[in-house]
């Protein structure tokens, strides 16, 4: 479609949704504005405590907080975009964060320099950076193949088999960073070559006086996020995982492959977990067995707020972005606030809580 038609068919829509509203009563009318505080009332939130943090400290805006936010936003989007996927098939994924430390720990692992003194494989050279990414798919892919192969050939609940897989990678990843005596200790001394393809900047600009550096895994991930745009807009296999998500029998009975797309979308999951911890492993630097702790939660959370619906078939990759943003936005707020750890994770709680519950009334009252 044409992007001017396109932008001028959203202008036509809301004028229609503006002389809609002018017919309704005023009974009618205080229902709409009900429903639509309601509806949005996790954004209304969101908007207002970001007012009250840039009220409270000016720097929350600066253009090195922005940067700071985007940059935090983008090392989580392949993840999000991964369990995205899962949610739309009315599943989730306990396991994701795992398989991001495991991952995560398995670059850095691989990626150490050749001078550093503890390096874990002392006789291996610094591996080809897309060997390294090729690997990390393959193993993030092969977990969300488990998943998806449990998921659909058992019809065990997303939850069951994740929480299993989710105990096994850590197992796993536990026993890996024992490996040659290594004994634990935190995976870095990363080869400075991938440290500067992965965090370092091809683009920067001044502001206030400061030069300020974009991570070159923001454009990285805007990659990830138009791929994964496509796969779910433009191909038969985005299609297919919609119509399972939303009826699985009757997308069945319109000759879809149910168990070949369910494994697929886990899969697909699984890689975009393997990216985040290719990311993760030169963007932390030091790596151990807490690195991808909770990680899932942060992506079920943003991509509830983003519109991916637990119902099943409904969904926007631009939703999973936006969710991504608002939600890393609240914990760079909580931050500025300097507010408790430990409420912060009362407050994501609580995020996820409300973004459920009234994802779940959304639904009732389509109903």
């Given at each position: 479609?044409n992007?001017?038609?396109a932008?001028?068919?959203?202008i036509?829509?809301?004028?229609?949704?503006f002389?809609d509203?002018k017919?309704?009563?005023s009974?009618?009318k205080?229902?709409?504005?009900?429903?639509?505080?309601?509806?949005?009332?996790?954004?209304i939130?969101?908007?207002?405590?970001?007012?009250?943090?840039?009220?409270?400290?000016?720097?929350?805006?600066?253009?090195?907080?922005i940067?700071?936010?985007?940059?935090l936003?983008?090392?989580?989007?392949?993840?999000?975009?991964?369990?995205a996927?899962?949610?739309?098939?009315?599943?989730?994924?306990?396991?994701?964060?795992?398989?991001?430390?495991l991952?995560?720990c398995?670059?850095?692992?691989?990626?150490q320099s050749?001078t550093?003194?503890?390096?874990?494989?002392p006789?291996?050279?610094?591996?080809?950076?897309?060997?390294?990414?090729?690997i990390?798919?393959?193993v993030?892919?092969i977990?969300?193949?488990?998943?998806?192969?449990?998921?659909?050939?058992?019809?065990?609940?997303?939850?069951?088999?994740t929480?299993?897989?989710?105990?096994?990678?850590y197992?796993?990843?536990l026993?890996?960073i024992?490996?040659?005596?290594?004994?634990?200790?935190p995976l870095?001394?990363?080869?400075?070559?991938?440290?500067?393809?992965?965090?370092?900047s091809v683009?920067?600009?001044?502001?206030?006086?400061?030069?300020?550096?974009?991570p070159?895994y923001?454009?990285?991930?805007?990659v990830?996020v138009?791929?994964?745009?496509?796969?779910?807009n433009?191909?038969?296999?985005?299609?297919?995982?919609f119509?399972?998500?939303?009826?699985?029998?009757?997308?069945?009975?319109?000759g879809?492959?149910?168990?070949?797309t369910?494994?697929?979308?886990?899969?697909?999951?699984?890689?975009?977990y393997?990216?985040t911890?290719?990311?993760?492993?030169?963007?932390?630097?030091?790596?151990t067995?807490?690195?991808?702790?909770?990680?899932?939660?942060?992506?079920?959370a943003?991509?509830?707020?983003?519109?991916?619906?637990?119902?099943?078939?409904?969904?926007?990759i631009?939703?999973?972005?936006?969710?991504?943003?608002?939600?890393?936005?609240i914990f760079?707020a909580?931050?500025?606030l300097?507010?408790?750890?430990?409420?912060?994770?009362?407050?994501?709680g609580?995020?996820?809580?409300?973004a459920?519950?009234i994802?779940?009334r959304?639904?009732?009252?389509?109903k």
């Open positions: 479609m992007p001017g038609k932008i001028q068919n959203k036509n829509g809301v004028k229609q949704n002389a509203y017919k309704l009563d009974k009618d205080k229902t709409y504005w009900k429903e639509f505080l309601l509806n949005n009332a996790l954004y939130l969101l908007i207002v405590a970001i007012i009250y943090t840039y009220i409270q400290n000016s720097n929350f805006l600066s253009a090195a907080s940067v700071n936010i985007i940059s936003s983008a090392a989580n989007l392949p993840i999000a975009c991964g369990i996927g899962c949610i739309v098939l009315t599943g989730t994924d306990l396991s994701a964060g795992r398989v991001v430390g991952t995560a398995i670059t850095a692992s691989l990626m050749v550093y003194a503890t390096k874990m494989f006789n291996l050279p610094v591996l080809p950076i897309p060997l390294v990414i090729l990390v798919l393959l993030g892919g977990v969300g193949w488990v998943n998806g192969f449990f998921v659909a050939k058992f019809q065990l609940h997303p939850f069951i088999v929480l299993a897989t989710q105990l096994i990678v197992g796993l990843l026993m890996y024992m490996i040659n005596g290594n004994n634990g200790q870095s001394g990363l080869d400075q070559h991938f440290n500067d393809v992965v965090k370092g683009v920067s600009f001044n502001a206030g006086g400061a030069r300020i550096a974009i070159n923001v454009w990285l991930a805007a990830i138009i791929i994964m745009w496509f796969i779910w433009k191909t038969t296999f985005g299609k297919n995982m119509a399972v998500g939303s009826n699985p029998e009757a997308a069945k009975v319109s879809v492959n149910v168990m070949r369910t494994i697929l979308v886990h899969t697909l999951a699984g890689a975009m393997g990216l911890g290719f990311i993760e492993s030169s963007r932390i630097g030091s790596n067995a807490n690195t991808g702790l909770n990680y899932e939660c942060d992506a079920i943003a991509c509830v707020i983003g519109g991916v619906s637990f119902v099943g078939g409904t969904g926007k631009s939703g999973v972005v936006l969710g991504v943003f608002l939600l890393r936005i760079v909580l931050n500025f300097s507010i408790n750890m430990n409420m912060q994770y009362v407050i994501k609580l995020i996820i809580l409300v459920c519950a994802d779940m959304k639904y009732l009252v389509r």
